[in-house]
Nanobody, 124 residues
Framework: QVQLVESGGGLVQAGGSLRLSCAAS????????MGWFRQAPGKEREFVAA????????SYADPVKGRFTISRDNAKNTVYLQMNNLKPEDTAVYYC?????????????????WGQGTQVTVSS
């Protein structure tokens, strides 16, 4: 069992920045791949970024490449999502997720555990 708790969401103007955090507990964190997803009202949950457990290999969705950075601190059991140059279309509930297989997947169905989500709202 893995527990995930996101924090750091909020309201920001377009062009601004936010850093999301996701604290994990329950399993050896370094063995887990971690992903960030988002879901806007009326839309399906979509992949944002992922990072593997031990070597920090990362993957990003095209809409966020060059603006968002995923990172992790295995000593703190925490994964981060630094979001810069935010746009109104980034508005969504952001979820972190854990993959027990330590892959680098972008599909929702691959992930085994999910946090409760944190709201990010970007005003124009």
């Amino acid at each position: 069992q893995v527990q995930l708790v996101e924090s750091g969401g909020g309201l920001v103007q377009a062009g601004g920045s936010l850093r999301l955090s996701c604290a994990a507990s329950g399993r050896t964190f370094s063995t887990l791949s971690m992903g960030w997803f988002r879901q806007a009202p009326g839309k399906e949950r979509e992949f944002v970024a992922a990072i593997r457990g031990n070597y920090g290999i990362v993957s990003y969705a095209d809409p966020v490449k060059g603006r968002f950075t995923i990172s992790r601190d295995n000593a703190k059991n925490t994964v981060y999502l630094q979001m810069n140059n935010l746009k109104p279309e980034d508005t969504a509930v952001y979820y972190c997720a854990a993959d027990l297989q330590n892959g680098l997947a972008s599909r929702v169905a691959v992930y085994d555990y999910w946090g409760q989500g944190t709201q990010v709202t970007v005003s124009s």
